[in-house]
């Protein structure tokens, strides 16, 4: 399979982790408290691919 043919699926992938990226790095600078860590770490955590704002998400984001 080449690459050509494995686009259709790579790009919507690509996207969505993308999205939720951003999502992590908008909620992470904008808020200031958090359950776990600080500011600077979940920003670099954020940057490991679709694990980081994961991550952020599931024991980062606080609920205020």
Known sequence: MNY???M???????LI???LQIT???????HTNYKAGTR?????????????PIAYFIW???DE
Do not use: D, N, R, Y
């Open 60 to 62: 980062g984001k606080s």
């Open 17 to 19: 982790v993308l999205a």
């Open 24 to 30: 992590a790095l908008v909620h992470i600078l904008t």
């Open 4 to 6: 050509a043919q494995m």
């Open 40 to 52: 600077v770490l979940w920003v670099v955590l954020s940057f490991i691919e679709i694990l980081g």
């Open 8 to 14: 259709p699926f790579l790009i919507p992938i690509a």
